[in-house]
């Protein structure tokens, strides 16, 4: 399954979204209900990830309840075919004791009132924070408008409240065998305070809650009605194309060919923007072709740094390498002096490892559309996974408050953290500052080739590690040195990251691992990239518990021990991961390492890996073949402990893309730049995993009990490994540099 054909498949399984065309709609069909504006009364935190949620703000405008019972729910997340509008709709059908099938969900405007992250301060689609964090959130909000109906039902019946229960859809009366439908009570509900004491359900006696329910717009996205960001159109509105600078940095001087340009068809204007021209025409086609006929004179500007002629990926990962002996600082699960106990350790193992930049290669390419109205107001439609960021940078772009800018966030044709800004180089400010030179409506649209040349790229990345074993052939010290530079430390600085500062966008995945090591050390020397980088599906997690894990193969193989044996005399008492080692290896049939003869005659073998991403524990065996050189990969087997779910068909889903992104990245995907240019322009260049390529995937939930995890890209990080892993054991061979395309591979 390719890339493509992941996003396809999460766009047919994902969650709901809405147009502008559909909101209107919606906005004009929900006229005749009522807002319940509710108030979520203040309640102890969970918490879980990055501070957990404050129940104590105010909640506005999150259900719209019509007559005919249609429910619309704002949800504060956007869909990129993960299925989160699903999932909250979910939970707040549950607490709400509605039928599913009765939402319509759309992401919610810019505001405070869905600020319902990092303490009810901010919000943001990624880190597989959005149903851990916002889970009791949604439940409470649940069931306050539960009780509000029921309120208003009661009166209507002129019975007391305690008399009165709901059924989905109705508040019920059993002594009179009455009922009333909620579209009947919303306008009553509204109008009454909010109740400060109305609990979710007690246990977990859920109807919905843990149930693999279908998600609420594979309809239309089947039939084609689904609308994404590239979708959009608004009535006057102008197309544009662009082509930024040859090496990030440098500026437009003199359009040579500017005249030629605007007597081509349809041409209306060209500009020069912040390190690219614009074309800007009555069609996207002609503005594009106008864009790819440009000549210009690219100028660097006095103070500001162009990515250098010369550099190149083959030539900063050697700087990396020259980096990874020198000190750094040390991430924060130092523990026991390392360095002493590997100069005491009976073996020593050490190993480099690297993985490369990639591009973040969503199918639907970045694009915005932005309208300057009448009233001194700013519309401005584009795939986001933060509107509040987005509104007020669009704000200083256009030169207004950011109370006077809409952010509209369509849905997302996939994501994997693409949709931040990453700097000024972005559709949207490009589309603001066409408008306001045009004076009409603009959308940008940026080709592949201008995708390719402007992501922030997932960093190339190296990691020199260091293993020392005792006596009994057990790991006692383990120091890992990381020189290099995460999308933390690259886009908010390194005076945030503590003191001594740490990029744990860096190291996670190599500090921080389960394993009872009694002296480990993990420095982090920052090294920064010349070009941007950014947020790529499971971040650090992604590369480095790939190098950690083939390395502890590398440690179990040093020490005569089987790997899964080794890990499991590491993890003596965490009966979770015990437990979650054991669901793999029975989902898979039971550990077989290999080499072995499979049922078609072929040789084959298996590898393991574990990861920790996201507050969900996950174990991974891959069953590989060599055919002419190249890894074939049968069956991968992943066994996920989010700790408590809300819908297993969404967990399963997004494990199974999360595989096919993982071995995608790990068997081809590579963005090399040569002279200060990145190589790979288009999917012609940069290989990714073809549908006949994809392995069956086995997904085995464990619900441990544990504060609920992440599912969004937890599952990615032990693909690489796990198949590294069985490579080794099939050809003798260690692969440590990604990707497995590099090389040629021959069976044992």
């Not at 003199?254 to 349809?266: D, F, I, K, Q, S």
């Not at 002629?309 to 700087?319: N, V």
């Not at 007020?392 to 030169?399: F, M």
Request: charge should be neutral.
């Amino acid at each position: 399954m390719t890339r493509l054909d992941v996003t396809l498949l999460a766009a047919f399984e994902g969650g709901a979204a809405v147009n502008l065309s559909r909101r209107a709609a919606m906005a004009a069909g929900f006229g005749g209900g009522l807002l319940l504006a509710l108030g979520i009364p203040p309640r102890p935190a969970r918490a879980q990830a990055m501070g957990g949620l404050a129940h104590a703000r105010k909640v506005a405008a999150y259900l719209t309840i019509r007559p005919d019972g249609r429910i619309l729910l704002q949800n504060p997340f956007a869909e990129g075919g993960q299925g989160i509008h699903t999932a909250v709709a979910q939970i707040v059908a549950e607490e709400l004791d509605a039928d599913l099938a009765s939402f319509d969900v759309e992401v919610a405007p810019a505001g405070a009132d869905y600020q319902v992250l990092f303490n009810g301060t901010r919000r943001v689609t990624g880190g597989s924070f959005s149903v851990r964090n916002s889970f009791q959130h949604f439940r409470v909000l649940g069931a306050t408008a539960r009780a509000m109906l029921v309120q208003a039902g009661a009166a209507r019946l002129g019975v007391a409240a305690a008399e009165c229960g709901t059924e989905p859809g109705f508040v019920t009366h059993a002594a009179s065998a009455r009922r009333i439908p909620y579209g009947d009570l919303a306008e009553a509900a509204a109008a009454l305070p909010v109740p400060a004491d109305a609990e979710p359900k007690a246990g977990g006696a859920f109807r919905l809650i843990g149930q693999p329910a279908k998600r609420l717009d594979s309809r239309a996205k089947s039939t084609g009605r689904a609308s994404y960001g590239i979708d959009q159109r608004v009535d006057g509105m102008l197309q544009a194309a662009v082509v930024h600078a040859p090496r990030a940095g440098a500026e437009p001087g003199e359009v040579l060919n500017e005249p030629a340009l605007r007597a081509m068809p349809g041409v209306h204007s060209v500009h020069r923007l912040p390190g690219a021209v614009a074309v800007v025409a009555d069609s996207f086609w002609r503005a594009r072709k106008a864009a790819a006929a440009a000549e210009v004179a690219w100028t660097a500007l006095s103070g500001q740094v162009v990515v250098a002629e010369d550099f190149s990926s083959a030539g900063h990962l050697a700087l990396l390498r020259a980096q990874a002996d020198m000190p750094g600082n040390p991430a924060r699960d130092l523990r026991g002096d390392a360095p002493a106990a590997l100069r005491a350790a009976s073996r020593v193992v050490t190993a480099d490892y690297d993985a490369p930049y990639l591009a973040h290669a969503q199918l639907e390419p970045p694009s915005a559309l932005a309208r300057l109205n009448a009233d001194g107001t700013l519309d401005v439609w584009t795939p986001n996974q933060a509107p509040e960021q987005f509104q007020a940078i669009a704000a200083r772009e256009a030169g207004v408050e950011p109370a006077k800018v809409r952010i509209h966030t369509p849905l997302l044709g996939g994501f994997f953290g693409r949709h931040f800004t990453y700097g000024q180089h972005h559709p949207m400010n490009q589309a603001i500052r066409l408008a306001r030179a045009v004076q009409k409506p603009v959308k940008v649209t940026w080709t592949r080739e201008e995708e390719f040349a402007r992501d922030a790229y997932r960093p190339l990345a190296f990691a020199r590690l260091r293993a020392g074993l005792d006596a009994q052939g057990r790991i006692a010290a383990f120091h890992a040195t990381v020189p290099g530079e995460g999308p933390v430390a690259k886009h908010f600085g390194t005076a945030r990251l503590g003191n001594p500062p740490v990029d744990t966008s860096a190291t996670e995945g190599i500090a921080d691992k389960p394993y009872d090591i009694p002296h480990r050390r993990v420095d982090w020397v920052h090294v920064p990239h010349p070009v941007n980088v950014g947020f790529w599906r499971s971040v650090g997690h992604s590369m480095n518990d790939w190098m950690y894990e083939c390395f502890l193969d590398e440690v179990a193989e040093a020490a005569g021990q089987d790997p899964l044996a080794f890990r499991r005399a590491h993890l003596a008492g965490n009966a979770r991961l015990l437990a979650l080692l054991d669901a793999v290896e029975e989902l898979s049939g039971g550990w077989r390492r290999g080499p072995f003869t499979a049922a078609d005659g072929g040789r084959r073998a298996r590898g393991i890996a574990m990861a920790s991403p996201f507050g969900s524990e996950v174990a991974t065996i891959a069953e590989v073949s060599v055919r002419e050189g190249e890894v074939v990969v049968h069956d991968v087997w992943v066994a996920i402990d989010p700790g408590s779910i809300v819908n297993p068909a969404i967990i399963a889903a997004q494990v199974e893309s999360a595989v096919a992104i993982g071995l995608s990245s790990a068997a081809y995907e590579e963005v090399a730049f040569d002279d200060g240019r990145p190589v790979p322009r288009n999917f012609d260049a940069y290989r990714i995993l073809a549908r006949a390529e994809m392995p069956r995937v086995h997904v085995r939930i464990v619900e441990s009990g544990a504060p609920m995890g992440g599912v969004g890209e937890p599952g990615t990080p032990g693909v690489p490994p796990a198949v590294t892993n069985a490579v080794a054991a099939l050809t003798g061979r260690r692969i440590r540099s990604l990707p497995f395309a590099k090389q040629r591979l021959g069976g044992a």
